[in-house]
């Protein structure tokens, strides 16, 4: 087992790394940039070491700084956290040279999920389901529209190096499709340094329900999904476990999808096999997280059972049980930003003058945040993580709208109005909406007059 960890990240999902660090006897160290420094992570970590300035890049972004405060610290594992190095190879290579165990992917297996066309035939292959499309990389405008007569408008040109709905154009007929496919391509070339562009059938008003998974290497499991349909130009806002949407039938295929998209390049560790469901409930592959999301906090209070404490264990060389788990709880988190979601989701840097945190019985926080401490505006927006659980959906969406009103930050906006006004909507309600729904409910980006 690990003797020290150092976490390569900031913010909640940092704070959130050393809680269970601790509980598991294992020393921590924090890195923070000189924007950070009142931050929680480093308050609660038992070594801090300051790596740069506010600027990402020569901080949480950077390799080699990182990697000599693990070696002045003696650290034997790096945990990256989400977002910044936690899916770059390069990083993850670098660990194991340095002789560094990287909690999270090899280079091997983040590089089979990061092409987005060459992972999508490897699912192919085992025969996990994917949308009709192209068979890889498109060569030319002809043989696209070639595939685009076979498969029928409309369809979506996605950019190989994507993912995350970067490099993305939906084309609804041949005239559209030329245009779009230089341009994307073009787009592509310029934020990834590839041009390459695949085509799919687009599959109108899906729902985006991922599967969790455990692998050891040679076996995988699956622990539920969750349901991600809440989302705003690709950020996702609410997410929930059980789907609304989810049958006992279609959620042990999309399980076995996903243990067989891991197994499929012997994946070891925790990550996420994100699917696109129809309105029939055809589910195709979209891709695969190779590390720790933020929504992981509602698979572990649907299992009971700490998924940082399984992904350190299976990076420490734990097999995993082997068992699938069927959800009995209701889980629901809402994603707290410092923005204002009726001035178009605008970041609201700036101190939190007052803070209370709701509490009772079923729910849940994670945050770095306090009263007086400031949301500097160098990183994502998020600042906190609502989380209830309960025994019914019901149950669980109650509980969350009593506990939003219940939370207090004061001095900068925030999404909670937002989130009451979610949670009150008849459909929401009812479990019926799908990745278009803020799109068709513009309603809900409106201040409510009081
Ligand atoms: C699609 C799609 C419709 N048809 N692919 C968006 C993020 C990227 N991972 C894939 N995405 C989509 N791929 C086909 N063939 C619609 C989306 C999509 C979407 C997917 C999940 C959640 C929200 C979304 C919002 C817009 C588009």
Redesign the pocket.
């Known amino acids: 087992m690990f003797k020290k960890i150092l976490v390569a990240n900031r913010g909640e999902i940092a704070l959130r790394v050393i809680r269970t660090c601790k509980e598991m006897g294992i020393e921590t160290v924090a890195v923070y940039s000189k924007a950070d420094v009142e931050s929680l992570h480093v308050k609660f970590a038992d070594e801090a070491v300051c790596i740069g300035p506010a600027q990402s890049s020569e901080s949480y972004l950077n390799m080699s700084r990182i990697i000599a405060a693990a070696e002045i610290t003696n650290a034997d594992g790096i945990h990256p956290g989400y977002g910044f190095l936690s899916e770059n190879a390069k990083f993850s290579k670098v660990c194991a040279e340095n002789g560094i165990k990287f909690i999270g992917a090899s280079p091997e297996m983040i590089n089979a999920m990061g092409d ?1 066309a060459s992972a999508k035939a490897t699912m192919k292959k085992v025969g996990v389901p994917v ?1 009709p ?1 192209s068979d890889g990389i498109l060569e030319s405008v002809s043989q696209a529209k070639k595939v685009a007569k076979r498969i029928k408008y409309p ?2 040109i ?1 950019a190989t190096a ?5 490099g ?1 154009r ?1 084309v609804w007929s041949e005239e559209e499709l030329e245009d779009a496919f230089l341009s994307a391509s073009k787009e592509a070339e310029a934020s990834f340094g590839n041009p390459g562009m695949y085509m ?5 008003e ?3 329900i991922e599967i969790q998974i455990a692998a050891d290497g040679k076996k995988a499991c699956h622990l539920g999904e969750r349901d ?2 809440i ?1 705003r130009r ?1 950020q ?1 806002l609410v997410e929930e476990t059980p789907s609304p949407f989810m049958t006992e039938k279609l959620r042990e295929k999309m399980g076995n999808a996903a243990i067989k998209a891991a197994e499929a390049i012997n994946y070891e560790g925790v990550g996420t096999v ?1 699917f ?1 469901v129809d309105k029939n409930r055809n589910f ?1 592959f ?2 695969m997280n190779t590390r720790i999301q933020v929504e992981h906090t509602i698979t572990e209070e649907v299992i009971d059972y700490d998924l940082i404490k399984e992904q350190i264990k299976l990076a420490a060389g734990d097999k995993i049980s082997g068992k699938n788990y069927i959800p009995k709880m209701h889980s629901i988190q809402c994603r707290i930003n410092a923005e204002n979601p009726f001035k178009d989701f605008r970041p609201s840097p700036g101190k939190i003058t007052n803070y209370h945190a709701p509490g009772g019985h079923g729910i849940r926080i994670d945050t770095h945040v306090y009263a007086g401490f400031s949301i500097v505006p160098y990183y994502d927006s998020m600042i906190s993580k609502l989380i209830t659980v309960a025994q019914t959906r019901e149950e669980a969406i109650t509980k969350m709208i009593r506990a939003l009103q219940e939370y207090v930050i004061d001095g900068i906006d925030t999404t909670i109005p937002f989130h009451i006004s979610l949670l009150n909507h008849e459909l929401f309600r009812a479990g019926k909406y799908t ?2 729904f803020l799109e068709e409910h513009p309603e809900l980006l409106e201040k409510k007059q009081s």
């Not at 994507?162 to 970067?166: D, F, H, I, L, Y």
């Not at 799919?200 to 109108?204: G, H, I, L, R």
Request: hydrophobic share 25%.
């Open positions: 987005k949308v499309g369809v979506m996605k994507g993912g995350g709905g970067k993305m939906v799919e059938k687009f599959v109108e899906p729902r985006h991600c349909s989302q690709h996702k994100e696109l195709y979209m891709e990745t278009k």
